[in-house]
């Protein structure tokens, strides 16, 4: 078992930043891919970003590329979500989820076996 806590989520103003963390527990945390996904209301669960073990792969949606920036640290099991230039459109409750069956950080959310209890992201414009 994995547990996932989320922390970091608010209300930010259009072009602002947070940082969410994520912390796991439960099983040795260096050994599996971590991935961040989100979900608006009315809308499917995607990609935000995803990370490798090692940090040396990571992938991101076209949307977020050039503004996030996912990277973990094994010593502490967090995995964290950097937010730069926020736009009205990041609103969503955003997801921590762990991927256990290997270190590779898919893009589809059905290979992520454990997951947070989300944290909600809100952009006023």
């Known amino acids: 078992q994995v547990q996932l806590v989320e922390s970091g989520g608010g209300l930010v103003q259009a072009g602002g930043s947070l940082r969410l963390s994520c912390t796991a527990s439960g099983r040795t945390f260096g050994s599996f891919a971590m991935g961040w996904f989100r979900q608006a209301p009315g809308k499917e669960r995607d990609l935000v970003a995803a990370i490798g073990w090692s940090s040396s792969i990571t992938n991101y949606a076209d949307s977020v590329k050039g503004r996030f920036t996912i990277s973990r640290d094994n010593a502490e099991n967090t995995v964290y979500l950097q937010m730069n230039s926020l736009k009205p459109e990041d609103t969503a409750v955003y997801y921590c989820?762990?991927?256990?069956?290997?270190?590779?950080?898919?893009?589809?959310?059905?290979?992520?076996?454990?997951w947070g209890q989300g944290t909600q992201v809100t952009v006023s414009s």
């Open positions: 989820a762990a991927k256990v069956s290997s270190d590779y950080p898919s893009r589809t959310s059905g290979f992520y076996k454990y």
